[in-house]
């Protein structure tokens, strides 16, 4: 089976069209490298990977290498040489035309802050950030909706050839995460604390986030709770989302909610191996409330998105600014979501735009002026 990425593929071809460099970041085996081949013959001598220790010795000496080559430049997992934006920095400044001095795609799986040792590109590269598949790709019938929210987007746990298979994959790619790619970024926790660490941080999942409990159970210092848990968000594996702070009388919640951003990894993590097995599991709800948030993320694109709460009990799961409006999103694994008062709370206090309860079922209705009940499967419309 093969799902084709066509939104990405045009997306990148924009950027390619317009700046010198683009940096395309997401985490390991999600897909970065069948992108980049559609824009590149991975035969071709100006593709690098440095993975492969042919490609770093052909850049023993980068300025020497890189400084002949005309067109497209390809970089893959570029994390691997972190000095090397230094080089191309100076390359990027060289007068005359883009595609004649080189162009450069770098692919790297953690933000360019932690791959680079300095931001050595600010200004001359934009940055694409690439994911797993998501409702767009993988179609919204119920059978690929539940297969997505179970297995999660990365194509190797989503196209398995069945559930077993899939979770080994995950599992895998979990122990190679914190056994290889975070030391290989300057994380230097032990791989068995580190698993048990994200193993603990899978009970959070859509919670507030709290670093003293964990730093307890783990014998650690909050401050190395919270450093691991920046790295975790940095290689795109969870999703810190921040509070916002309206301008109200009201104590407000002012630490991030925690979020998976891929719920395949999180079932990994919980043990939980089958579709029924997801459906009994006491933190089903709050997994469903993850896998819809980073669904609804892809789709809107947002200029900024925050969550909402306050300490007497009102709260908001998904504030977005997008173009000038200021939109509220709700998320229930309900057939039938109601108006609740903490609704009616938010549409004033942040004077919403518009508010919509998504949720799993098959029917769009109002539920209050500018409240609308919305089926996931909708938002793609």
């Known amino acids: 089976m093969l799902i084709e990425r066509r939104l990405l593929v045009d997306q990148l071809a924009r950027l390619l069209a317009s700046f010198r460099a683009v940096e395309l970041v997401g985490p390991r085996q999600v897909g970065k490298t069948t992108l980049a081949r559609h824009f590149i013959d991975v035969a071709s001598p100006q593709y690098f990977d440095l993975e492969d220790p042919v490609s770093r010795q052909r850049l023993a000496d980068p300025m020497t290498t890189l400084a002949g080559l005309q067109g497209l430049v390809v970089i893959d997992e570029i994390q691997h040489m972190p000095a090397l934006p230094e080089t191309l920095r100076v390359l990027m400044d060289r007068p005359g035309r883009m595609r004649q001095n080189g162009q450069y795609l770098l692919l790297g ?10 931001e050595s590109l600010l200004g001359r590269a934009v940055t694409l950030e690439v994911g797993g598949f998501d409702l767009g790709e993988t179609g919204t019938d119920a059978h690929a ?21 899939s979770t080994q994959w995950r599992t895998a790619a979990i122990q190679r995460h914190v056994s290889s790619d975070l030391p290989l970024l300057g994380m230097n926790a032990p791989a068995p604390l580190m698993t048990r660490f994200w193993q603990m941080l899978a009970h ?3 919670q507030t986030w709290n670093a003293a409990e964990p730093a307890r159970s783990l014998g650690i210092t909050e401050p190395t709770v919270r450093r691991y848990l920046d790295y975790l968000t940095q290689t795109f594996m969870v999703r810190q989302l921040q509070p916002w702070h309206a ?40 997994s469903w409330e993850g896998f819809a948030l980073e669904q609804v993320l892809r789709i809107a694109q947002p200029d900024e998105a925050y969550f909402w709460a306050t300490h007497q009990g009102a709260e ?6 997008k173009d000038g409006r200021r939109v509220g999103v709700e998320f229930k694994r309900s057939d039938a979501p109601k108006l609740t ?11 919403l735009d518009a508010l919509y309860v998504v949720y799993p079922g098959p029917h769009r ?14 938002l793609l419309a």
């Open 145 to 165: 909706v539940q297969q997505l929210w179970l297995r999660g987007g990365f194509p190797g746990a989503y196209l398995a050839p069945d559930d077993t298979v």
């Open 109 to 118: 799986s953690a933000s360019p802050r932690v791959m680079h040792k300095s």
């Open 204 to 206: 959070y999942h859509g």
């Open 365 to 378: 209705y109002a539920l209050a002026p500018q409240v609308e009940a919305v089926p996931l499967t909708a």
């Open 247 to 286: 301008n109200l009388a009201k104590r407000q919640v002012k630490a991030p909610k925690i979020y998976f951003r891929d719920t395949g990894f999180l079932h990994a993590l919980l043990g939980i191996r089958s579709l029924p097995q997801l459906l009994a599991h006491p933190l089903s709800g709050a």
């Open 316 to 321: 908001l799961d998904l504030l977005l600014f």
């Open 341 to 351: 008062p903490s609704m009616r709370i938010a549409m004033a206090d942040l004077e």
